[in-house]
T-cell receptor, first 114, second 114 residues
Framework: QKEVEQNSGPLSVPEGAIASLNCTYS??????FFWYRQYSGKSPELIMF????GDKEDGRFTAQLNKASQYVSLLIRDSQPSDSATYLC??????????????FGQGTILTVHP | DGGITQSPKYLFRKEGQNVTLSCEQN?????MYWYRQDPGQGLRLIYY???????QKGDIAEGYSVSREKKESFPLTVTSAQKNPTAFYLC?????????????FGQGTRLTVV
C-alpha cells in the first residue's frame, strides 16, 4: 500500500463547476496535511494546509480532513481554466523514526474547460 | 528576499559521472528535503534532514548522497550508482515544528544524462 494515494485522473470539469480531489494516507501518526498545485515544468506551490479534523476554507478552496478515515480532500469551487494543473497531496509524519517525513501522492491532473 | 535557491537550473551528466546539485535557503528553516520527479509522476522523497548534521533516507535513496553541515545548505550528490538519474529534482524546506510545517520549494534542477 502506498503511503499517500490520490484519486486517479485526469479529472475534467467545466468552468464554474466544483472540482473534488481526494487523498488517503496509511500512517496514523500523520499530523499535517497539504495540498500543492504544480503547473507543467514548474515547482509545486502551496494552496492549503490543514491540521485538525473538519473543514478549512480559503477563498474558492476548501480542505477537508477526516483522521479516523485517514482521508483528506480538496474542493475547488467556481473552477477556472487557470486552475488547470496537477494537484499534489502531501502528508507529514509526526512520530517515531520518520519524524518530519513529508510524503507526496502521485498527483491528480485537473483540466477546467471553458 | 527569503527563499530557496537551487542551482544549476539545467545539468547534463555523462555516464559514470557524479554530479552535485545545490540547495540553499535563507528562511531559517531547520528541515530540508530532496525529491525526484519523473514525467507525469508525483514527487518521490530521496533524503530529508530535520537538523544540522543529521539526515534520513527517504523512499528512493539508493544512488544518492547528501550532507547537512550548515543549516542553510543541503547539497545532493547523484552518484554513478544511480542508473537512471534523468529527472526533475526539487529541494524544499520547512520549519521543524509539526504544527507549522508548510514546505516551500526551490525552482528545481533538471538533470539529463548524455
Amino acid at each position: 500500500q502506498k503511503e499517500v494515494e490520490q484519486n486517479s485522473g485526469p479529472l475534467s470539469v467545466p468552468e464554474g463547476a466544483i472540482a473534488s480531489l481526494n487523498c488517503t494516507y496509511s500512517d496514523r501518526g500523520s499530523q499535517s496535511f497539504f495540498w500543492y498545485r504544480q503547473y507543467s515544468g514548474k515547482s509545486p506551490e502551496l494552496i492549503m494546509f490543514i491540521y485538525s479534523n473538519g473543514d478549512k476554507e480559503d477563498g474558492r478552496f476548501t480542505a477537508q480532513l477526516n483522521k479516523a478515515s485517514q482521508y483528506v480532500s480538496l474542493l475547488i469551487r467556481d473552477s477556472q481554466p487557470s486552475d488547470s494543473a496537477t494537484y499534489l497531496c502531501a502528508v507529514r509524519t509526526a512520530g517515531g523514526t520518520s519524524y518530519g517525513k513529508l510524503t507526496f501522492g502521485q498527483g491528480t491532473i485537473l483540466t477546467v474547460h471553458p | 528576499d527569503g527563499g530557496i535557491t537551487q542551482s544549476p537550473k539545467y545539468l547534463f551528466r555523462k555516464e559514470g559521472q557524479n554530479v552535485t546539485l545545490s540547495c540553499e535557503q535563507n528562511l531559517n528553516h531547520d528541515a530540508m528535503y530532496w525529491y525526484r520527479q519523473d514525467p507525469g509522476q508525483g514527487l518521490r522523497l530521496i533524503y530529508y534532514s530535520q537538523i544540522v548534521n543529521d539526515f534520513q533516507k527517504g523512499d528512493i535513496a539508493e544512488g544518492y548522497s547528501v550532507s547537512r553541515e550548515k543549516k542553510e545548505s543541503f547539497p545532493l550528490t547523484v552518484t554513478s550508482a544511480q542508473k537512471n538519474p534523468t529527472a526533475f529534482y526539487l529541494c524544499a524546506s520547512s520549519l521543524r515544528d509539526i504544527g507549522r510545517a508548510e514546505a516551500f520549494f526551490g525552482q528545481g534542477t533538471r538533470l539529463t544524462v548524455v
